[in-house]
């Protein structure tokens, strides 16, 4: 197989293992929600209100998708931010900027409910910055947190 080809295939086909960072091939984080679709969704704004993300963007994926007359399964992606953080990360790096506002995606495909984000830390070590460590563990915290309440069992 063409070298090339090989760090792509091996980041689709790796297995995704839920909250723990994956291998360093894999830079998302996953979630199974055990809430409906759009229960979800609505959890996950809620849950970063209160961590005092604002949701900067809802994107029907969907609906777009519709638009072109492709299906796909209900998918929404929702853009979570905090002014303070985006303002450090921008000051330490602003090649940093495609990576702002943090997306979580909402998935579901045969009954399950998936919940999606990049990995916050492994995106982080790709910037320079003498504050882009700290403010990427914040982040990675709050981000954690969102996903945690937004697919708990508690209501």
């Known amino acids: 197989m063409n070298r090339s080809l090989l760090l792509p295939f091996l980041i689709l086909a790796a297995p995704s293992f839920g909250w723990a960072p994956q291998a360093s091939l894999r830079p ?3 979630v199974r929600s055990p809430h409906s679709f759009e229960k ?3 959890r996950l704004k809620d849950a970063s209100a209160e961590a005092k993300f604002s949701v900067v963007f809802e994107l029907d994926v969907t609906a777009r998708a519709k638009e072109k007359d492709i299906v796909i399964p209900p998918t929404t992606i929702l853009g979570v931010c905090s002014a303070k953080y985006a303002s450090a ?4 790096d602003l090649r940093a900027v495609p ?3 943090c997306r979580i995606a909402v998935t579901e495909r ?3 409910v998936d919940v999606w984000t990049m990995d916050v830390l492994q995106i982080a070590e790709h ?3 003498e504050t882009m460590g700290q403010t990427a563990r914040e982040i990675d915290t709050t981000v954690r947190k969102i996903l945690a309440a937004g697919t708990a069992l508690t209501p």
């Open 110 to 112: 045969d009954g399950r």
């Open 40 to 42: 979800t969704v609505q």
């Open 89 to 92: 990360v921008l000051a330490a």
């Open 99 to 101: 990576n702002l506002p």
């Open 127 to 129: 910037y320079s910055g």
């Open 28 to 30: 998302e984080l996953h």
